[in-house]
């Protein structure tokens, strides 16, 4: 008889690695969670983590074949981070949350996005 290939869920990797900007430094112990989008707008809570003392997360993500095309928040609480900094406040900060919204194209690959923080502003990119 025929023997059906079963597709077992493989995992991808995300990592970031944040910077203080202002400092020059690593952004430690910054909450930070990965939320799934599903077609249906319906979120759901990956992992809720914090960068170690070197500003980074790696976490392993087993992406299901129905969620193929869903989408992804990373999710950086970089107001919470800052209020606990010694650095001149402005006048007022208004970012509280960095999101930044990708995909899982192949979910077998690696995807670090490591992010530039600083109190009202960020910087994010890509590296395979």
């Known amino acids: 008889g025929g023997h059906e290939t079963i597709r ?6 995300i990592t970031t690695h944040l910077l203080n900007s202002v400092l020059g430094t690593h952004a ?14 319906v979120r759901t809570i990956v992992f809720e983590r914090e960068t170690d003392a070197g500003g980074r997360l790696a976490e392993t993500v087993t ?6 095309d869903a989408e992804y928040d990373l ?7 800052f209020a606990t900094q010694s650095l001149p406040q402005p006048a007022r900060q208004i970012v ?3 999101v930044i919204r990708f995909s899982i194209p192949d ?8 992010l530039m923080i ?7 990119w890509w590296s395979s």
């Open 28 to 41: 430690g112990g910054v909450g930070i969670a990965l939320l799934r989008i599903d077609r249906s707008g």
């Open 118 to 124: 600083a109190p009202n502003s960020h910087s994010a």
């Open 107 to 114: 979910p077998n690959a690696s995807y670090h996005i490591p």
């Open 75 to 81: 999710v950086c609480q970089t107001g919470r981070y």
């Open 8 to 13: 077992l869920a493989v995992p991808a990797v």
């Open 96 to 98: 509280n949350v960095v």
């Open 63 to 68: 992406i299901a074949k129905e969620h193929a």
